[in-house]
Every structure is written in structure tokens, then in C-alpha cells.
């Protein structure tokens, strides 16, 4: 994140004698993106964060993404996944290419300790509650919120409450940041930003847990674009960080918190932009008042954008473009490149009028082909593709 925070005990100067109460030094950590050059945190821990005592190759069982061939458009219904696994070993991969990562979880009980060696993550919460815990402190989420989760950071979701947990994943090959048209050259947000950083949480205080010889699961970089794990243990527990500052730490914000931009026409999805990645980027559509010039079409024009696949979350409200195609509470649909989209047959009709869309979507648009995991496949809505073509009464 672009701007400096402070948590815990530091001392006044970096990189400089920082001792315990029994005279020895505290570990400094510096944990910076970009070799140096760009933004980092320096973090104080009690014990080494370098000894480890275990290092064992991991192997999670998964197929191989195959290309969505025959070209069609998708509809995968994310809550007829099996799920209730934990909510990082236990993520149902959908999508992906070399760029991203799109998961769905279900989950209803503690993930173990983990760090993404390959990029920043981005958790959207559908339902349900979770503490997360990490080695900058910890940060509630609840429905609504993105936990934007950086590279390499220790972390652990504890799921609490009566509903499981139902999270959207993207996991990057790079740093997530909200779009660099919102922010000033030194990175403060601007006036036309949808959110700046009063929306914005993050770890208030340091955690620290006693233990020893603790496994963390790392996903990390193989062979080309390949992701592979390794089960470290750790010979003092993580989460040992007494203090620390800079502008590189977990944060969250609340997809409510988003302030929608609305015009006189229909507004293109650049309007609802939240994030973005490394050939990606991350919009939500929220309830808004719609078009107000007197002949607009509150819903969207048909649409080619050659260079993308479209893939949009349905997690709330009632999505009007969609109506009639089986698209529900949970839904994700793929539109790909090389498809031309638009809203289901009768749409247009029946959104003149209206002023306000009570609707709610997260989408990611990715700039490179996504393939098709074998998870999606089983949920898949094989009549999608077919719901263009047909009477608009239906
Ligand atoms: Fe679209």
C-alpha cells in the first residue's frame, strides 16, 4: 500500500540496536517488493525469522487446466462445489493462466500457516466470517470485504460463526494495487478515486504466539509459469513481531465502501474499476443509480473487448442483464475473447426505466486466455452458451 503506517514497538532509527528486555537484539526484517526499489516494511521479530529446521516437498492433487476449447462462453454455480475444507488448502481452483489464479472456497474450519511466494492475493468474502492472522497483526473480514494479501506474507484465516466461510479468490503473478489512475505520483488517492484510504483497514496492533517448530506451507515458483509447495518448519512461531512500519502490509476494503461513478449513459467497466494486477484488472458493480438521460439503457450495449476474457462473480442482488440465463447468487460467468456478449435477449426492454440496479458483481478481466480448472467443470451450466438464442419472453 502507498502510505506509511507504523504498528507496535520500532526503534527510533532503522537499522540500528533495537534490544529485548533481556538485552538481546530483536531480528530486523526488511520485506520489500521489487529489489529494494519499491515499497517495503521493516518488522521486528523476537526470534531469527531465517531458522527453519524442515524443508519437504508438498504436493497438492490437482489436474491440469485444459483451454476452454470449443470457444463458449461459461457458467459455473460455485455453490454446488462440495467445499467445508479450510479456506487456503482447501481453495477450489475455477481459472487460471500465467497471470492469475481464480478460486472458490467453502470453508468452515482453521487453515494452517501459509505464505504465497509467487504474488499478492486478493480475498473477496461472499458470506460467512473469518480472523486473519498474519505477521503484521490481525484483521477482521466479514461479507463485502477484499483482503488484499501481500507476496510472501505468513498468514493464517480462522473462520468464525454459524455460516461457512465462501471466499473468491485471485491469486497474482505480481502486486495488486488499486489502479494507478487513482493515485497521486507520490500515492496518495485523488479526489475522483471511488475509495481512498479512510475505506481502507489494516493490522492495529502486533500479534504474538508462543511456539515451536511450526509448519508453514509455501506456494512458490517452478518451472515457467508452474506453482509448486514446500512445508517449511519454522523453529520459533512466526508471529513473533513486536513492531512494525513502512507501506507494504495486509490491508482490507469493503466492496460497500465503494463510492459507484454513474453518468447520463451507460457507463463503460473502467468506471468500476477496484484493483490491478500484472495483466488484470479487478471491477465491482454495486448498487447505483443508473442513467438518467431520457432515452438511456440502463444495461450494458453488447460488447467485444478483443483483448480480454471477462469473468463476473454474481454475490448479490438481482444481476438484470442476466435474467433468464440460470446465473444465481454464486454464479461466475467466463466470456471470453473471441466471443461477442451482451445482456440476455429481453434485457434491454425491460431495464428502460429503471433508475436505481440493486446488483452486485466482482469482476476480473484478464488480458491473456484462462484456462479451465477441473473444479469449474463440475459445476459447469452446460446450457449457458445457448441462452442468447432464444425468445426474449422467456
Ligand atoms: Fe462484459
Known sequence: ?????????????????????????????????????????LLYHRFRPTAISSSVIHQPERAEPVPNHPLAPRHFRTHKLDGAGDPILGRDHLLSNA??????????????LYRNAIGDECIYVEDGAAHVETSFGSIDIGPGDYLIMPMSTIYRIVPHGEAPLRTLVVESSGHITPPKRYLS???????????????????????????????????HRGRGSATIWTKFTYAHHPFDVVGWDGCLYPWVFSVHDFEPITGRIHQPPPAHQVFQGPNFVICNFVPRKVDYHPDAIPVPYNHHNVDSDEVMFYCGGNYEARRGSGIEQGSISLHPSGFTHGPQPGAPERSIGADYLDELAVMVDTFRP??????????????????WNRDPGL
Open 1 to 41: 500500500m502507498p502510505f506509511y503506517r507504523s504498528v507496535g514497538q520500532i526503534p527510533d532509527k532503522r537499522h540500528t540496536q533495537f534490544r529485548q528486555p533481556d538485552g538481546s537484539l530483536y531480528s530486523e526484517e526488511l520485506m520489500g517488493q521489487e529489489g529494494f526499489s519499491s515499497d517495503s516494511s
Open 99 to 112: 497471470d492469475c489464479r481464480i478460486s472458490y472456497t467453502i470453508a468452515d474450519r482453521p487453515s494452517p
Open 185 to 219: 505520483a507520490r500515492g496518495q488517492f485523488l479526489e475522483h478515486s471511488p475509495y481512498c484510504e479512510r475505506d481502507l483497514r489494516s493490522p492495529a496492533e502486533p500479534l504474538l504466539v508462543d511456539g515451536e517448530n511450526v509448519e508453514v506451507y509455501v506456494q
Open 370 to 387: 484462462l484456462e479451465l480448472c477441473e473444479p469449474a467443470l463440475n459445476v459447469e451450466d452446460t446450457n449457458y452458451a445457448w441462452t
